[in-house]
T-cell receptor, first 111, second 113 residues
Framework: DGGITQSPKYLFRKEGQNVTLSCEQN?????MYWYRQDPGQGLRLIYY???????QKGDIAEGYSVSREKKESFPLTVTSAQKNPTAFYLC??????????FGSGTRLTVV | GESVGLHLPTLSVQEGDNSIINCAYS??????FIWYKQESGKGPQFIID?????DKRQGQRVTVLLNKTVKHLSLQIAATQPGDSAVYFC????????????FGSGTRLLVRP
């Protein structure tokens, strides 16, 4: 079955550490997205990519970095510059006719 | 920046009653809207969508209404069931060079048995 796989489901980060969240899709979707969700809040866009080797900042890109070397993969790195990284991170992909698919999320906690 | 907002953060309804969840959007260029359901610890689940050339769309037990004059979107759930308890988000998109969705802050629906 086609879909989006996010890993790991839970991730713990120490202060000052960089961590990378994985997002893989086998839907042949061109566009991919990363959202952050804080408790009781909506989804805020971190980064998005419409094609391979191209990506744009969303509303809250500071402290995050991404790459899009393959169509199927859009990893998100949470850097030490992100001062409050504890959140639920969601990856999504879409077709050009705006059919969206979401992953099941990664919960990141700073310890 | 422009964003999508919601009027009611929490809605409590009796099982079997109808639920109405509202959403206001501010981007007049938005031409595509989606309602999502999210259960705790899970990703958003698509419920129903509507394009700006329509003012109503019906699915199974759900109806979305779009009022472009006042930039308002609503989700109606008929005969609400305990399994409908979740957080509901509206999201908007406009036709430009990107396909990003902008989300509202969400409404929590609690269904009383």
């Amino acid at each position: 079955d086609g879909g989006i796989t996010q890993s790991p489901k839970y991730l713990f980060r120490k202060e000052g550490q960089n961590v990378t969240l994985s997002c893989e899709q086998n839907l042949n979707h061109d566009a991919m997205y990363w959202y952050r969700q804080d408790p009781g809040q909506g989804l805020r866009l971190i980064y998005y990519s419409q094609i391979v080797n191209d990506f744009q900042k969303g509303d809250i890109a500071e402290g995050y970095s991404v790459s899009r070397e393959k169509k199927e993969s859009f990893p998100l790195t949470v850097t030490s510059a992100q001062k409050n990284p504890t959140a639920f991170y969601l990856c999504a992909s879409s077709t050009r006719d705006r059919s969206y698919t979401f992953g099941s999320g990664t919960r990141l906690t700073v310890v | 920046g422009e964003s999508v907002g919601l009027h009611l953060p929490t809605l409590s309804v009796q099982e079997g009653d109808n639920s109405i969840i509202n959403c206001a959007y501010s981007n007049s260029a938005s031409d595509y809207f989606i309602w999502y359901k999210q259960e705790s610890g899970k990703g958003p689940q698509f419920i129903i969508d509507i394009r700006s050339n329509m003012d109503k769309r019906q699915g199974q037990r759900v109806t979305v209404l779009l009022n472009k004059t006042v930039k308002h979107l609503s989700l109606q759930i008929a005969a609400t069931q305990p399994g409908d308890s979740a957080v509901y988000f509206c999201a908007e998109n406009w036709t430009d060079s990107s396909y990003k969705l902008i989300f509202g802050s969400g409404t929590r629906l609690l269904v009383r048995p």
